[in-house]
Nanobody, 123 residues
Framework: QVQLVESGGGLVQAGGSLRLSCAAS????????VAWFRQAPGKEREFAAG????????LYADSVKGRFTISSDNAKNTVYLQMNSLKPEDTAVYYC????????????????WGQGTQVTVSS
């Protein structure tokens, strides 16, 4: 039983930065994977980045590699997504997800989802 709440979205100019937060409540396990997905209007939800709850492993989509950094703070039960060098194509609702199968880009592996936070990047 996990609840996830995202925050930190907003409007930023191309080339700027934002940091998203995903606060978890309820029971979490060291074996859980936590991921950020994003969904632009009219498009499918896509994987952006993932991390093991322990922080030992990370995974990034090619589209964000080198620009985004995912991290975790177990003491705060929070996962972060630092987004740098933002592009207009990064505009989307960003969702936090958690599941017990470890890190994967497959969205159906994640049983728990937040409600999303809007990120808008202007050109």
């Amino acid at each position: 039983q996990v609840q996830l709440v995202e925050s930190g979205g907003g409007l930023v100019q191309a080339g700027g930065s934002l940091r998203l937060s995903c606060a978890a409540s309820g029971r979490t396990f060291s074996s859980y994977g936590v991921a950020w997905f994003r969904q632009a209007p009219g498009k499918e939800r896509e994987f952006a980045a993932g991390i093991s709850w322990s922080g030992d492993n990370t995974l990034y989509a090619d589209s964000v590699k080198g620009r985004f950094t995912i991290s975790s703070d177990n003491a705060k039960n929070t996962v972060y997504l630092q987004m740098n060098s933002l592009k207009p194509e990064d505009t989307a609702v960003y969702y936090c997800a958690a599941g017990g199968s470890g890190i994967t880009s497959f969205r159906y592996a994640y049983a728990y989802w937040g409600q999303g936070t809007q990120v808008t990047v202007s050109s």
